[in-house]
T-cell receptor
Framework: KAGVTQTPRYLIKTRGQQVTLSCSPI?????VSWYQQTPGQGLQFLFE???????NKGNFPGRFSGRQFSNSRSEMNVSTLELGDSALYLC????????????FGEGSRLTVL | AQSVTQPDIHITVSEGASLELRCNYS??????LFWYVQSPGQGLQLLLK??????LVQGIKGFEAEFKRSQSSFNLRKPSVHWSYSAEYLC????????????FGTGTRLTVIP
């Protein structure tokens, strides 16, 4: 069974640009969550999608958005990039909501110059 | 507010030594508890979880963790470590309130010297 797949793995952008990251969950998993990981802040929850609807959202500005498609694949978008957005963005999927048992992808490493 | 504390930022042990990584949480009730491991440049792999029942739980790779309600702790243990276990270990709790359901500690970086 394939794991959670995130693309791209690495990318470099400049301030002011926007970026879209993609996540394909484990087959059969309908919940997808996104986390931002930085050395200073650790892992911080961005949002969770289930059945194409955003169910939870963390404390991030509106520049961070996401969506989920009917096949459970998810994308997140960051507009007007800032230097502080440089981070590892991790996607996680779960079979059911409300358990915390998440299966993570390898992440997308974003560097903003 | 809910919080997870991993008091040890970095631990170094020799190969073959035993290991205990500490995790304390702050929450009014018993949350669901997890330990994840993250190798450099990789995502997180679930080591073990505690939902309820037996307070000593077994996980993958021979890891175990013990939930102690009186101490609000969920410490991870391994009788003997291999150099390949060098990685970041993250404790997490899930609580059924608010938007951020899964709270992570800041992690403990483990270095195993061959």
């Amino acid at each position: 069974k394939a794991g959670v797949t995130q693309t791209p793995r690495y990318l470099i952008k400049t301030r002011g640009q926007q970026v879209t990251l993609s996540c394909s969950p484990i087959s059969g998993h309908r919940s997808v969550s996104w986390y931002q990981q930085t050395p200073g802040q650790g892992l911080q929850f961005l949002f969770e999608y289930f059945s194409e609807t955003q169910r939870n959202k963390g404390n991030f500005p509106g520049r961070f958005s996401g969506r989920q498609f009917s096949n459970s694949r998810s994308e997140m978008n960051v507009s007007t990039l800032e230097l502080g957005d440089s981070a590892l963005y991790l996607c996680a999927s779960s079979l059911a909501r409300g358990t915390g048992e998440l299966f993570f992808g390898e992440g997308s490493r974003l560097t903003v110059l | 507010a809910q919080s997870v504390t991993q008091p040890d930022i970095h631990i170094t042990v020799s190969e073959g030594a035993s290991l205990e990584l500490r995790c304390n949480y702050s929450y009014g009730a018993t949350p669901y508890l997890f330990w994840y491991v993250q190798s450099p440049g990789q995502g997180l792999q679930l080591l073990l979880k505690y939902f309820s029942g037996d307070t000593l739980v077994q996980g993958i790779k021979g890891f175990e963790a013990e939930f102690k309600r009186s101490q609000s702790s969920f410490n991870l243990r391994k009788p003997s470590v291999h150099w390949s276990y060098s990685a970041e270990y993250l404790c997490a709790v899930w609580v059924p309130t608010g938007a951020n359901n899964l709270f992570f500690g800041t992690g403990t970086r483990l270095t195993v010297i061959p």
